[in-house]
């Protein structure tokens, strides 16, 4: 199927930025912290972690120890503090330009392609432990859309950010892998219901040809929405 001829509008473009996942997560679950525990974490994190020291001097911030004197909201913080960044300092894309716009629109829904596959994967039937092996596959794909906290996935905590920083969810790096793993396998089959002739196939080959691209430089991915 051509998706550049397939009827539908999408709301959004979606990118995939190489992000250190371990880090992300680190500052995700501080986040979700209450009061003193969470102004102690970070402390600690950033005492741990000189490099993440600097890169918070380098963007302006004087006391990078106390969180309460970063102005940032909790998305933009995320993104500043766990993307990898090129040489100008500007944030890594994971990909070529044409492997990434057809990432980034889908045309159906709310045009996210991780979403649709989402809606519209079923396990293989003909597969040993297919039941085990497609909901790690879910699980997986809902940690990329909709990261809240651990293993909760229900909805995006790290949205509505200033300028329309909307972070979506992240991998790690074995994260990125083991998904890669997962999609490639026959674990997976297609929804009787799919509403787009071939789409879920589509969706699969662009979203493994993006994992390939982040797992060649050894790199997770973070999941941003434009609008």
Same mark, same amino acid.
């Given at each position: ?19 250190? $996942? ?88 709310? $045009? ?50 200033? $300028?329309g920083m909307n972070i979506l969810g992240f991998l790690n790096l074995t994260e990125v892998t083991e998904l ?39 790199? $997770? ?7």
């Open positions: 199927m051509d998706l550049d001829q397939a009827s539908g509008t999408t709301t959004a473009f979606y990118t995939l930025h190489s992000c250190d $996942g371990d880090v992300a997560l680190e500052i995700a679950q501080i986040l979700n912290q209450p009061g003193d525990e969470q102004m102690n974490s970070w402390q600690d994190m950033i005492k741990q972690n000189p490099t993440l020291r600097q890169r918070l001097t380098e963007q302006g911030i004087i006391h990078p120890s106390d969180l309460s004197s970063i102005t940032w909201d909790s998305a933009m913080l995320l993104f500043l503090c766990s993307i990898n960044i090129d040489q100008e300092g500007k944030p890594m894309v994971i990909g070529e330009n044409l492997k990434r716009e057809r990432f980034g629109r889908f045309p159906f829904g709310d $045009g996210s392609l991780v979403s649709y596959l989402t809606d519209y994967l079923r396990p293989n039937t003909q597969v040993k432990n297919s039941n085990q092996i497609f909901s790690r596959l879910i699980e997986l794909l809902q940690k990329l859309s909709s990261f809240n906290e651990t293993n909760d996935y229900t909805s995006p905590r790290f949205s509505g950010g200033k $300028g890669k793993r997962l999609i490639s396998g026959r674990n997976w089959s297609v929804a009787s219901d799919e509403p787009l002739d071939g789409g879920v196939r589509d969706a699969i080959k662009h979203l493994l040809a993006m994992l390939k691209a982040a797992e060649r430089i050894d790199s $997770g991915v973070i999941y941003r929405a434009h609008w």
